[in-house]
C-alpha cells in the first residue's frame, strides 16, 4: 500500500545515552504509535529516512510501508514529526503514525500558484497568504498539492478557500471564506511607501528640534 519502504528495527533500550550511541552509528531512534496501540521504540538509518523525503513527491506525506520484524510487520505509516540537529540539520528523532486504510486522516498539503496574474503585469503585488491547507481524506487519497490558477486576477481581487477545487473524497474544515492569495494595487503600495516617508520626515524633525529645545532650556 505504501509509496515508498523503510527498513526498521525495534528496540528495548531507551534514554539519551541510548540515543547518542544510535546517532554515532549513523542512526537515530524513532517511535511508531497509532490506533490505540502501545508505542513502540525503533531505530533506523538517517541517510534512509532522509533519501526517502527527498525522492519522494509527496514529502511527510509519504505512505511508508515499515520493513522489520514483530510489532512493525507489514505497518503502513505516515511521518508524524521529524526533529533536526539545530546547527547541523541533520535528522535526530521521528514520529510514525499507523494508519488505517479505511479510515480518513487529517493531513496537511501545500498550495501551489499556477500563472502570472493580470494584475501583476499591470504593477499590482501578489501575496499568498496560505501556502498550506489541512484536508480530511483516505490515505491513498492524499494529494501532494492543490494547484490555484491565479492568472485571471486583476488587482485588488482575492481567492478564497471556497474557490479551491478539491479532488473526489477530499474534503476541509477551513473556514471557507478564509483568503488563499490576493493581488494588491500598486496605488495601495505606493500610499505604504509615502506614508513611510512621511513617518521618517517626522522622526527627523523630531530629532532635530530636541537639540534646539536642550539650548532654549540652558539659555
Request: charged share 25%.
Amino acid at each position: 500500500m505504501g509509496d515508498q519502504s523503510l527498513a526498521v528495527e525495534v528496540r528495548t533500550d531507551t534514554g539519551k545515552g541510548v540515543a547518542r550511541k544510535l546517532r554515532a552509528v549513523g542512526r537515530i531512534p524513532a517511535v511508531l504509535y497509532g490506533h490505540g496501540n502501545a508505542s513502540v521504540s525503533l531505530s533506523i538509518q538517517a541517510q534512509d529516512l532522509d533519501t526517502l523525503l527527498k525522492t519522494s513527491h509527496a514529502g511527510l506525506n509519504t505512505l511508508i510501508d515499515l520493513e522489520g520484524d514483530g510489532a512493525v510487520a507489514g505497518k503502513v505509516v505516515l511521518i508524524k514529526e521529524l526533529q533536526r540537529h539545530s546547527v547541523a540539520g541533520t535528522l535526530s528523532h521521528a514520529d510514525f503514525f499507523e494508519i488505517d486504510a479505511t479510515a480518513k486522516i487529517h493531513v496537511s498539503v501545500p498550495i501551489k500558484l499556477e500563472g502570472t496574474p493580470e494584475g501583476v503585469k499591470l504593477g499590482g503585488v501578489l501575496e499568498h497568504m496560505m501556502r498550506e491547507i489541512d484536508l480530511l481524506c483516505l490515505p491513498n487519497a492524499i494529494p501532494d498539492s492543490l494547484e490555484v490558477d491565479v492568472s485571471g486576477m486583476n488587482q485588488d481581487e482575492s481567492l478564497h478557500v471556497s474557490d479551491l477545487t478539491l479532488p473526489e473524497g477530499v474534503e476541509t474544515g477551513v473556514d471557507e471564506a478564509l483568503p488563499i492569495v490576493h493581488v494588491a494595487t500598486k496605488k495601495i503600495e505606493e500610499e505604504v511607501e509615502v506614508v513611510a516617508e512621511e513617518d521618517e520626515a517626522a522622526k527627523e524633525g523630531d530629532a532635530e528640534a530636541a537639540p534646539a529645545a536642550e539650548e532654549s532650556k540652558e539659555d
